[in-house]
Structure formats: C-alpha cells, structure tokens
C-alpha cells in the first residue's frame, strides 16, 4: 500500500494519559500535515512539518499538543494528560515537495486518520 | 475566523438530477481551490481543483466554477449516483512557497442522492 498509512486507527484513552498518533507520508513525500475533525465540523489544520522541521504550528493549542517528524520513521503527533475535548479524529496528510516548475495544485493525499476516544 | 465556509450542511437530489454544493472564501490571497470528497471512517479523497487564474475546470461528471469577483466557487455534478452520497468539503490553499500545500477547509456538506 503506497498511501498515506496512519496508526492506531482507533485509540481509547482515559483523561490524563497520553496519545501518540502516527503517520507514514506517501512514498517520496517530504512533507507531513496534520488536522483535527471535531465531531460534526470540518478539519481544522494543526501543524505543517518537514523532515527534522517544524515549519507551521499556528494551528497547534499551545499546551499538550506536539509534533515531530524526525530523519528516520514516521511524523508522531503526540498528545499529552489528554482531556474529554480531545476526542476527534486527527488526519494526516503528505505532499511532495513542489519547487520551481510544475503546477501547485495544491493537493494533499490523505490517510484513514485516527479516531481518539478519551474516557 | 472562517475563511473557508459551506453555508448548507446538507443536499438532497435525485439520481440522475444536477447536485450543486457551493463554498464561499474570505481571502482574496487564495491560490488554489479544491474538493474533496469523505466517506465514514475514511480520510478525505481529492476529487477536482481549479487555479485562481481560471474560472471553470472539468473532469467527467464534476465541474468546477470559480467566481472570483464574488469569492464563491461552486460544484456540479451531473448526473448525480447515489455512489456521489458523501461529505464533501471545499478547501484552499495559498501561494506554495509562502504555505506549502497547507489547505484550509469548509465544515463541509452531506449529499445524499437518492434512488
């Protein structure tokens, strides 16, 4: 499977522990996004990472939340003392690394995501 | 601040009839509009852009309109499947080297084409 593979697909957490959610971009993609789908709104960006760099985290609460996408493996969004109103699902998206010639569609390439349910 | 909104929640047609879901945007700066389309329990699934320089683009049963003036764009799908029965999501992106491919997305709107 050449997509976008995220795991845990489904994550049972109680409030105050810890979540680690992770995704594998697409071959031959360098760049990682994450966003949150609260129940019954859209997706909500939360960070924009290449590899060993944070390169926008506007859309990150600024406790608990973090990310990495380090040299080798996988982007890990990391959730800390998770609370009732971190239950959502958490996408995660790649694209290539567009420079100079070629269009920009602009598209990114999607896994299945990550439901996190916390008790 | 919504920068991206579908105003109907939701869209009921028949099969066979044109669906239209519409998406309104704030930021002139915009670059590329998108739709996506969500099944349950899957992630989203890309399904047609447009470039800001363009008003129109079209693949197969879906077509894109790009009103620029009014900051609306719209998608038809003719004819509508009851396989077209999903959420689809309007997104947009900024210029690549400032944003990368970041999008920024409606809240979405449910089609059900009905048989």
């Known amino acids: 499977n050449a997509g976008v593979m995220q795991n845990p697909r489904h994550l049972v957490r109680r409030r105050g522990q810890e979540a680690r959610l992770r995704c594998s971009p697409m071959?031959?993609?360098?760049?990682v996004y994450w966003y949150r789908q609260l129940p019954e709104e859209g997706l909500k960006f939360m960070v924009y990472?290449?590899?060993?760099?944070?390169?926008?985290e506007s859309g990150m609460p600024k406790e608990r939340f973090s990310a990495e996408f380090p040299k080798e493996g996988p982007s890990i969004l990391r959730i800390q003392q998770v609370v009732r109103g971190d239950s959502a699902a958490y996408f995660c998206?790649?694209?290539?690394?567009?420079?100079?010639?070629?269009?920009?569609?602009?598209?990114?390439?999607f896994g299945e995501g990550s439901r996190l349910t916390v008790l | 601040d919504q920068q991206v909104k579908q105003n109907s929640p939701s869209l009921s047609v028949q099969e066979g009839r044109i669906s239209i879901l519409n998406c309104d945007y704030t930021?002139?700066?915009?670059?590329?509009f998108l739709w996506y389309k969500k099944y349950p329990a899957e992630g989203p699934t890309f399904l047609i852009s447009?470039?800001?320089?363009?008003d129109k683009n079209e693949d197969g049963r879906f077509t894109v309109f790009l009103n620029k003036s009014a900051k609306h764009l719209s998608l038809h799908i003719v004819p509508s499947q009851p396989g077209d029965s999903a959420v689809y999501f309007c997104?947009?992106?900024?210029?690549?080297?400032?944003?990368?491919?970041?999008?920024?997305f409606g809240e979405g709107t449910q089609l059900t084409v009905n048989p």
């Open positions: 998206a790649s694209s290539p690394l567009y420079y100079a010639s070629g269009p920009n569609t602009g598209e990114l390439f």
């Open positions: 071959k031959g993609h360098s760049h």
């Open positions: 990472l290449q590899k060993e760099n944070i390169i926008d």
């Open positions: 930021n002139s700066m915009f670059d590329y």
């Open positions: 447009i470039s800001s320089i363009k």
């Open positions: 997104a947009a992106s900024g210029k690549k080297e400032t944003s990368g491919s970041r999008l920024t």
